[in-house]
């Protein structure tokens, strides 16, 4: 059972547009999301992560939107870059917020974004 | 500062041998945790360690085990391979254990 979906296998966008990235979570106990990128041979970089009682967090060019209700985020990239291309993996966490003890992320299968010249 | 380190990069094995990763964490992190990936799917919890105790584990069997050393850097060993055992194996450490992972660059397992 998928408790972090990412139904996009793959998204492509022009320089300079928006790229929108979608997650699906089904786990009302998850209350901690993050968005990592990750590149060829390397491991996944952290880029911004939301806490349950917020509904929205800016870093930059990239914003991430929280939709308890709804239980989906999206990560918002304004304006796309080239060397944004790479794997985006939606994580999430349970316990941040009610000071449990294990804080283990489960991930989705990630998007390919291409962003072209 | 140092970011999360890995060790070997890649690392061939033959079913039923036994293989040692190693990870150093992030200066002053005191939480790792261990993931694997296989292709195509996104990283699933192994374990977690916390001042050289497993706090949590995932769903993966006892051949499966860990160390976190007194300078929290750690070890996943895996005895008993199997082809499925195949993957990229990634640690990730933390400030603290609510705290953001940080990926160290992986190591890559082939079992043949």
């Known amino acids: 059972d998928q408790q972090v979906k990412q139904n996009s296998p793959s998204l492509s966008v022009q320089e300079g547009r928006i790229s929108i990235l979608n997650c699906d979570y089904t786990n009302s106990m998850f209350d901690y999301f993050l968005w990592y990128k990750k590149y060829p041979a390397e491991g996944p970089t952290f880029l911004i992560s939301i806490s349950s009682i917020k509904d929205k967090n800016e870093d930059g060019r990239f914003t991430v939107f929280l939709n308890k209700s709804a239980k989906h985020l999206s990560l918002h990239i304004v304006p796309s870059q080239p060397g944004d291309s790479a794997v985006y993996f939606c994580a999430a966490s349970g316990g941040y917020n009610s000071g449990g003890s294990n804080y283990k992320l489960t991930f989705g299968k990630g998007t390919l974004l291409t962003v072209n010249p | 500062e140092t970011g999360v380190t890995q060790s070997p990069t890649h690392l061939i094995k033959t079913r039923g041998q036994q293989v040692t990763l190693r990870c150093s964490s992030q200066?002053?992190?005191?939480?790792v945790s261990w993931y694997q990936q296989a292709l195509g799917q996104g990283p699933q919890f192994i374990f977690q360690?916390?001042?050289?105790?497993?706090?949590g584990r995932g769903n993966f069997p006892p051949r499966f085990s860990g160390l976190q050393f007194p300078n929290y850097s750690s070890e996943l060993n895996v005895n008993a391979l199997e082809l499925d055992d195949s993957a990229l194996y990634l640690c990730?450490?933390?400030?603290?254990?609510?705290?953001?992972?940080?990926f160290g660059p992986g190591t890559r397992l082939t079992v043949l």
């Open positions: 990730a450490s933390s400030l603290q254990r609510r705290d953001t992972q940080y």
């Open positions: 360690y916390y001042r050289e105790e497993e706090n």
């Open positions: 200066s002053g992190h005191n939480t």
